[in-house]
Structures are given as structure tokens and as C-alpha cells.
């Protein structure tokens, strides 16, 4: 924004030249980290005595009076003042005249920078919040259905019996990581470029630590030109963001799948499904599919970022403005895509029978039967050639692994056969499933109603707190 005949400029910019760059429709969302960081550097001036006692306090007093006027939404926004920064500016400025010292020693370049990170520092403490909930979800979804087995896929073909809980505590440990990369971002924007300046500080000697403790930064940059062109720490958030969105597209495919007829493994809530305008008997999961859907933007977002800093020189590029478009998107997607998700995981009943229907295929511990012959002291890969050859023997005579007599195992000795007994005859599908999963207890994080169940207890106590 400028003035006709004011400074170095004769000329007002084009119109269309000043619509194409403002950008106070988007970036007023930094308003409320802008007015503190304002605060902050009054601070800092008033330290310098650049500002006096008086002139710090008027300034202090008209900010909060924006402040309160913006979060009543009875803040007057200009287009024609560019973006949030000159806006509020120029609405202090007007108000008192001490505020004309405000823009002392700063740069919107080491301002924007200083607005970007306390913006993601409070998104990022929702984010975990958020991505909590979920996880409490998917807990409360495995707790009510501890007892549920099912098949787990390899190449989405039926491969060997697990836990549902433990399928999906699996997701409970992808999100978990999530939250690490988040604080991990947040940690490293942890420090404040305030001070830096345009690009080169200022020589009146300002310190930058009178705002670091004032905005409760870890501490201060080192490098005024890293400083403000710097955007890593956007780059973080969204590779973390984008690797989330991933997670939880691959929990919305298997929710889908399950929710399936071809499944039937379990039904969302009917308020997270809709109906087709044509076909009376639809049951959609719109909602995953919308999530599955909306992490494509968040990829995208990473993309565009990573593309829009490749090119820059040192130091700021009006170019970075693109940035904020970018984050705040990815940020409402993120955190819409967790709550849906939490909701809509809440809401899913599960098929138990039909799960362990689908599990009871003696087919799915042919691996078990061959572990079984090892124990005899076969070695694994001929274990697996026998153990092969009788499935194919089941295949051929039209019936199931279970039911093969001693003659269709030619090859082994009485103690051997008696191994492959003990796994697969004489009980029901269910027992013999269990007897199965309890045969894995002793190997940590595998599919056991021991390891399970420590599991369970580990994740409720993680997430109560
Ligand atoms: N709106 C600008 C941005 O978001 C603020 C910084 C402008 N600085 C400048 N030198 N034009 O990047």
C-alpha cells in the first residue's frame, strides 16, 4: 500500500496490479499473532527508548482495542491496505500518533515471519489435540470389540488371522508418530526472527530477547537473512501434515472396504453415511471417502510449497506470500479430516460373526501347520513345500485343509502328523483361532490376546492424560 505523491513513489499502483497482490483476505487470520507480536516489539522499543512509558502504553491500549474490535468482527478490513499487517497498522496509526513508531526497526518481512510461527506453534498444540481424539476412537473401537478376530491381507488377500483391536491399534501407532513429526515441527519453529528486520536488523541496538521471553519463544534466530526468507518450518508442518493425511486415507480405504458388501465386516453409523439419489438401497461412506479424497490436497500442498521456495534467492521474495494460502488449508483439512474421522469411527458397529467367518478358512494357518512341523525339526522351507502340496491336495479333492485325511500327508512320519492335527482338528473354527493367536503371546507386538491386551492398557493410559 502507498500514498500518491508520498516517499519514493509518484504513481498509485494499477488497480490491477494492487488486487493481485493483497492479500489481507486470506492473511487476516494471522491478525491476533500479529497484534502480539506488535506488543512484543513495543515492548522492545520502549526498552530502547525509542518509545516512551506513555507512548508504549498508548500503543499497548489501542492494539487491545483492535484486538477486541477484530474478535467482534467490528474491525473495518481495507482491501486497499494490502494485507493485515498495514491494516492494522493503519488503524493504530489513525487512533494514536505514537503508533507512526511502531514500525521502528521491523520489517513486514521479519513481522510476517514472526506472525507465521506463533500461528503454527497454536495450531500445532490443536493438531495433537485432535489427532488425541482419533486416537481415543480407534482405543474405544478395539476395547468394545476386543474379542473380534479377522483375516489379515497381505495384497488384500486373505493371509493370516489377527485381533481387529490389533489392526486397528495399528493406525493408533501411525498417528502417534504423526504427533511426533508435529511437536518435532513445532520445536524447530520455536525461534523468533523478530528483530531481524528487513533483511539486515537495525542499528538502534534493539533486544530482540526483551521479545523473545514477551511471545515465549525458545529463543532467537541467528542469521537475519535466514531469518526472514526462512520457511522450513512451513515445509515441516505440512510434510507432517500430508504424511497424517496418508494415514488416515489408508484407515478410510479399510473402513470402506470392511463397510463393504463384499466385506460386511462392519457398518458406519447411519449419520456418517448418505444415501444415493437414485438407488434407494445405498449406504455410503461418504465420509471416508471424502477423507481419502482431501489427502490429495494435502500432498499438494507440500508440493506447491517445496516448489515455491526452490527458486528463491536470498532474502525475502514477495513470492513467499503464496505460503499462507498453502498452510491455512492444509490445516483446516488436517483438523476437519481428524474430527470427521473420530466421529465417524465412533459411530462403527462391528459384524463379529462375519469377521470370524472370514478368519475361520483353515487356509489362513497353513503357516502356523508348517511353524508346527518345524518344531519337529523340519526345516522351514521344506515345511512350507508340504504344508503347500496338502493345500493343493485339499484344492483338487473339493474340501478344506481341516478336513484331509492322515493318507493325504504321505510324507510324514506319526509325530509329525500329530503336530498338524493339533492345529487344525477337533475344535471349533473359533478355538482354534484363539488357540492360534495364543500361540503367538511370546513374540512382542504380535496379533496375541496377551500382547493385545498390554497393548490396549498401554494406548488408554498414553492417551488419558
Ligand atoms: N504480505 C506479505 C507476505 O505475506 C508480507 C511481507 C511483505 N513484505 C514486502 N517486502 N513486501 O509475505
Not at 500329530?418 to 487344525?424: D, G, I, P, W
Request: overall charge positive; glycine content about 8%.
Amino acid at each position: 500500500m502507498r500514498a500518491a505523491g508520498k516517499g519514493r513513489f509518484r504513481q498509485r499502483p494499477d488497480p490491477v496490479a494492487e488486487k493481485f497482490s493483497r492479500s489481507v483476505h486470506f492473511d487476516r487470520r494471522l491478525a491476533h499473532h500479529d497484534l502480539e507480536g506488535s506488543r512484543a516489539h513495543a515492548a522492545v522499543l520502549a526498552k530502547a527508548g525509542i518509545l516512551s512509558r506513555k507512548e508504549a502504553a498508548a500503543i499497548r491500549k489501542g492494539l487491545d482495542r483492535i484486538e477486541a474490535e477484530i474478535s467482534r468482527g467490528k474491525f473495518r478490513w481495507k482491501d486497499s491496505l494490502e494485507d493485515v499487517h498495514m491494516n492494522i497498522e493503519a488503524a493504530l496509526t489513525a487512533r494514536i500518533a505514537a503508533g507512526a513508531k511502531l514500525h521502528t526497526g521491523r520489517s513486514r518481512n521479519d513481522q510476517v515471519a514472526t506472525d507465521l510461527r506463533l500461528w503454527i506453534r497454536e495450531t500445532i498444540r490443536g493438531d495433537e489435540k485432535a489427532v488425541c481424539g482419533l486416537q481415543r476412537a480407534l482405543l474405544g473401537l478395539a476395547d468394545r470389540n476386543a474379542e473380534v478376530i479377522l483375516p489379515g491381507y497381505t495384497h488384500l488377500q486373505r493371509a493370516q488371522p489377527v485381533f481387529l483391536a490389533h489392526h486397528l491399534l495399528a493406525y493408533v501407532e501411525m498417528l502417534e508418530r504423526d504427533k511426533g513429526r508435529l511437536r518435532d515441527a513445532a520445536r524447530r519453529a520455536d525461534v523468533l526472527p523478530l528483530g531481524s528486520g528487513a533483511l539486515a536488523g537495525s542499528t538502534l541496538g534493539l533486544d530482540r530477547n526483551v521479545a523473545r521471553k514477551f511471545l515465549g519463544f525458545r529463543e532467537v534466530t541467528a542469521n537475519s537473512m535466514d531469518a526472514v526468507s526462512d520457511r522450513d518450518f512451513l515445509v515441516e508442518y505440512l510434510a507432517a501434515v500430508a504424511l497424517g493425511g496418508v494415514h488416515l486415507s489408508r484407515l478410510a480405504e479399510d473402513l470402506i472396504l470392511f463397510s463393504s458388501s463384499e466385506f460386511g465386516f462392519l457398518k458406519f453409523g447411519e449419520a456418517f453415511t448418505t444415501g444415493s439419489s437414485l438407488m434407494p438401497q445405498k449406504r455410503n461412506p461418504d465420509m471416508a471417502e471424502l477423507v481419502r479424497g482431501k489427502s490429495g490436497r494435502l500432498t499438494g500442498h507440500l508440493v506447491s510449497l517445496l516448489t515455491l521456495l526452490k527458486g528463491l534467492p536470498l532474502t525475502y521474495n514477495r513470492d513467499l506470500q503464496e505460503d499462507k494460502e498453502a498452510v491455512f488449508d492444509a490445516a483446516d483439512t488436517w483438523r476437519s479430516s481428524l474430527e470427521v474421522m473420530a466421529a465417524a469411527v465412533a459411530s462403527v458397529q462391528v459384524d463379529a460373526g462375519a469377521c470370524l467367518y472370514a478368519a475361520s478358512a483353515p487356509e489362513l494357518l497353513a503357516t502356523d501347520v508348517a511353524d508346527a512341523l518345524v518344531r519337529t525339526g523340519i526345516p522351514f522351507r521344506r515345511a512350507h513345500q508340504l504344508v503347500g502340496a496338502a493345500v493343493r491336495a485339499a484344492e483338487e479333492k473339493g474340501t478344506r485343509m481341516d478336513r484331509l485325511e492322515r493318507g493325504d500327508w504321505p510324507e510324514l512320519n506319526e509325530r509329525e502328523w500329530r503336530e498338524v492335527s493339533a492345529v487344525l482338528q477337533g475344535v471349533s473354527p473359533s478355538a482354534r483361532l484363539r488357540k492360534a493367536l495364543v500361540a503367538r503371546d511370546a513374540v512382542v507386538g504380535a496379533p496375541a490376546p496377551g500382547q493385545v491386551r498390554f497393548q490396549l492398557r498401554r494406548w488408554a493410559k498414553i492417551l488419558r492424560s
